[in-house]
């Protein structure tokens, strides 16, 4: 994710930054800060505590998400814009395919698989396009959670 860290005031401490893949960001004199799991509000918290040691009067921070890059699903094979998508509240499978153009003209609706991977462990849902739009079998429209890839072949 990218976050703007604004302090009021003070240019030198303000700054553009990104989430590093291992939650942390670098902010000039404040050095590495942990961001990720934090609400924009504990972060601010968190930032002006660690600002305290370095200025006179308390600091009057604002942490701004300028793009969030973390909540992602990726969708791969034979639909019409296979890539990773942005999930910004829940998502299910119909709808990241219906966001992905829909399937392509050969695609193997009846065996669409959902991979997720929890604690380094990888599992699989099958997905049943047909059986769901025509059969109205729901439970196979799981909800997406970020990092889950939806293959179809």
């Known amino acids: 994710d990218v976050l703007s860290v604004l302090f009021w005031r003070d240019k030198e401490l303000s700054g553009e930054v990104v989430v590093r893949p291992d939650g942390l960001i ?3 004199v404040l050095n590495e800060v942990q961001a ?3 609400t ?9 505590e660690r600002a305290l040691k370095f200025v006179t ?9 300028r793009q969030i890059n973390s909540r992602s699903v990726y969708i791969t ?13 829940p998502m299910r499978v119909l ?10 003209e050969f695609a193997d609706s009846s065996k669409i698989l959902i991979v997720r991977t929890e604690n380094d462990k990888q599992t ?13 079998a729901l439970a196979q429209n799981i909800a997406l959670q970020p990092g889950d890839t939806v293959v179809v072949p």
């Open 26 to 28: 670098t902010l000039p």
């Open 40 to 48: 924009t509000e504990e972060l601010r918290a968190r930032v002006t």
């Open 124 to 136: 699989s849902f099958l997905f049943n396009y047909k059986d769901v739009v025509k059969k109205g």
């Open 95 to 104: 709808q990241l395919i219906s966001l992905a153009g829909g399937l392509a």
């Open 77 to 89: 094979g034979k639909v019409n814009k296979p890539g990773p998508y942005t999930i910004y509240g």
């Open 36 to 38: 990720a799991g934090l």
């Open 57 to 65: 009067q308390a600091p009057i921070v604002s942490i701004v998400v």
